[in-house]
């Protein structure tokens, strides 16, 4: 498959249609992950990323397709390859951003041991919001009737930017400033949903209303939640 927004070759057997209008769930790693309550929704798949493989609400949820970028590839972990086997995941893996690593030993043993479930994809947007942005636009690829993201969130709350996955994880990496990974976020947040409305998918930003997601100044104007999934996702 390949358009204006995304370029992607999937495994032999790969069957797309198993997602079309369907709801999909997007966890990303960001704090709302762990302080909203989206397992009360009712969705059909769930996508994540990276060290999704540490979050404790996904350890009995099947994850139907995971981004791993090059610092997860490289790496040998048997905790992240027992959850691929436990459910079956599809591997999505981005050229782009991991190229450098197709040499190393550990990603050559990884593709071998699963190259029926490799995806390979790059997406025309690029900014640093991070890998599960760039897995919702994989996700409106696939003809869905829902995408929800929940744990995409930028640094809105500068007493709380504990990662929901990698729990050692606090603060901003990578030598970012906060300023410049909450425009990019804002960016995504306008982007995915001017890619929603053109190819006709409902999208919901779970995070909203939480002083973590700097994308709900966008999301709440443009793409609400709706009373029900408020009620659903209510936190006590």
Same mark, same amino acid.
Request: aromatic share 10%.
């Given at each position: 498959?390949?358009?204006?927004?995304?370029?992607? %070759?999937?495994?032999?057997?790969?069957? &797309?249609? +198993? $997602?079309? *209008? @369907?709801? !999909?769930?997007?966890?990303?790693?960001?704090?709302?992950?762990?302080?909203?309550?989206?397992?009360?929704?009712?969705?059909?798949?769930?996508?994540?990323?990276?060290?999704?493989?540490?979050?404790?609400?996904?350890?009995?949820?099947?994850?139907?397709?995971?981004?791993?970028?090059?610092?997860?590839?490289?790496?040998?972990?048997?905790?992240?390859?027992?959850?691929?086997?436990?459910?079956?995941?599809?591997?999505?893996?981005?050229?782009?951003?991991?190229?450098?690593?197709?040499? %190393?030993?550990?990603?050559?043993?990884? &593709?071998? +041991? $699963?190259? *029926? @479930?490799? !995806?390979?994809?790059?997406?025309?947007?690029?900014?640093?919001?991070?890998?599960?942005?760039?897995?919702?636009?994989?996700?409106?690829?696939?003809?869905?009737?829902?995408?929800?993201?929940?744990?995409?969130?930028?640094?809105?709350?500068?007493?709380?930017?504990?990662?929901?996955?990698?729990?050692?994880?606090?603060?901003?990496?990578?030598?970012?400033?906060?300023?410049?990974?909450?425009?990019?976020?804002?960016?995504?947040?306008?982007?995915?949903?001017?890619?929603?409305?053109?190819?006709?998918?409902?999208?919901?930003?779970?995070?909203?209303?939480?002083?973590?997601?700097?994308?709900?100044?966008?999301?709440?104007?443009?793409?609400?939640?709706?009373?029900?999934?408020?009620?659903?996702?209510?936190?006590?």
């Amino acid at each position: 498959m390949k358009n204006t927004y995304i370029d992607v %070759h999937f495994p032999n057997g790969f069957n &797309i249609d +198993k $997602y079309k *209008d @369907k709801k !999909i769930l997007i966890v990303g790693g960001g704090p709302t992950t762990n302080l909203v309550n989206w397992q009360n929704l009712n969705f059909d798949f769930i996508f994540s990323c990276n060290q999704y493989f540490e979050c404790d609400k996904l350890k009995n949820l099947k994850v139907d397709i995971v981004s791993l970028i090059n610092r997860i590839l490289k790496d040998t972990n048997p905790k992240l390859e027992k959850k691929l086997d436990d459910d079956k995941s599809f591997i999505a893996i981005e050229p782009y951003h991991s190229s450098m690593v197709y040499t %190393h030993p550990n990603f050559k043993r990884l &593709i071998e +041991k $699963y190259e *029926d @479930k490799c !995806i390979f994809f790059n997406t025309d947007f690029q900014n640093k919001s991070g890998a599960a942005p760039r897995l919702a636009i994989l996700a409106a690829s696939l003809n869905p009737k829902s995408i929800y993201m929940v744990g995409i969130d930028g640094y809105g709350n500068p007493t709380n930017k504990t990662h929901s996955f990698d729990k050692n994880l606090i603060g901003i990496r990578d030598g970012n400033s906060e300023k410049s990974i909450n425009k990019a976020h804002m960016d995504f947040s306008v982007y995915i949903h001017k890619l929603c409305n053109n190819l006709g998918v409902e999208l919901f930003n779970l995070g909203e209303g939480c002083l973590e997601n700097v994308m709900s100044l966008h999301s709440k104007k443009n793409y609400p939640l709706t009373n029900k999934i408020l009620m659903e996702t209510k936190t006590s």
